[in-house]
């Protein structure tokens, strides 16, 4: 019987970012979301995909010259074969994401072990959306739980019903991201309605102990009173008090370009700190303990 796999774009280890202790965050690719912020663009499609780092190249033309089907100076379409990263002196080529199985992941995880164990850490999914890779996922819970390795699940919320009953049992903490109330503007700036998202959050607030949520603040889409004073009324009334506010950051705009995609916030700077400080207090006053990064 075949293993579940998944393509995996990247291991980060040592984070202390994605819940408690020393963790290991494992990035999944595929999204079925558009977010307008995303700090991960390589994670919206679910394949693999090539990049180009232009301040690397060197102009020596060895990627085009290894290229089997033209695909490097246009003529031809690339089939991911990876000749040209194999070919390129500078690392200016490279191919996002290799396919994995659970237990392939799971000798990555083991790893860092000693870690989880004298911190109380453990591994943390994230993506993209990891539970896209639902029955990859759950594989790995499972394992995780045999191995007594605490896990967390980074989710966006727009996910089958189904899928977040079934493996709610098997996960030690949820990360729930949480970005707009307002549905109108939920599918403007994420491309999606965020009516599944709001009733997932209801379900998972009544049947899972842990859930945190972590709301990004973009200026000018998501940081308004009215949309703030909504999220605590909501998360309030469902007696959800862990939440995290992530500042917006321009950190990603240089992968946009190494893709060759449009980044939509060119001129978007990040919140103030006083302003974060008073969404914060606004948030606070609806009972919730609030925190401000990662």
């Known amino acids: 019987m075949s293993q579940p796999t998944a393509v995996v ?14 963790r290991t965050t494992v990035f999944l690719k595929g999204c079925p979301m558009d977010c307008w912020w995303c700090h991960n663009p390589e994670s919206r499609s679910s394949l693999r995909e090539p990049v180009f780092w232009s301040g690397r190249c060197i102009r020596c033309g060895a990627c085009r010259d290894a290229c089997p089907t033209g695909a490097v100076s ?24 290799r396919d994995m199985t659970a237990e392939e992941l799971m000798v990555e995880i083991r790893k860092d072990r000693v870690f989880y164990e004298e911190s109380g850490g453990g591994v943390t999914f994230s993506g993209g959306e990891p539970l896209m890779a639902h029955e990859f996922l759950e594989a790995v ?12 699940v980074d989710t966006c919320g727009y996910v089958p ?95 946009y370009r190494r893709l060759r995609r449009p980044y939509r916030l060119e001129n978007l700077e990040p919140p103030p700190v006083d302003r974060l400080a008073a969404l914060s207090q606004k948030l606070e006053s609806y009972g919730m303990k609030v925190g401000i990064g990662g």
């Not at 246009?74 to 996002?96: K, S």
């Not at 009173?225 to 909501?234: A, K, L, Q, V, Y």
């Open 161 to 255: 019903p189904m899928v977040l009953r079934r493996l709610s049992k098997k996960v030690g903490l949820f990360l729930y991201d949480l970005k707009l109330m307002d549905d109108e503007k939920h599918r403007t700036f994420t491309g999606v309605s965020n009516e599944q998202i709001l009733k997932n959050l209801e379900e998972l607030a009544s049947m899972h102990a842990s859930v945190m949520v972590r709301i990004p603040i973009i200026p000018g889409v998501n940081d308004d009173d009215g949309n703030i004073e909504r999220t605590g009324e909501f998360l309030s009334r469902l007696g959800l008090t862990q939440v995290r506010l992530l500042p917006y950051h321009t950190t990603a705009m240089d992968k």
């Open 9 to 22: 774009f990247d291991i980060m280890r040592f984070s202390i970012r994605d819940g408690p202790g020393i």
């Open 74 to 97: 246009g003529e031809g379409t690339c089939t991911l074969c990876g000749t040209c990263v194999e070919a390129c002196p500078t690392r200016a080529r490279e191919i996002i994401g």
């Open 141 to 152: 819970l499972d394992q995780c739980i045999r191995e007594g390795v605490h896990t967390a």
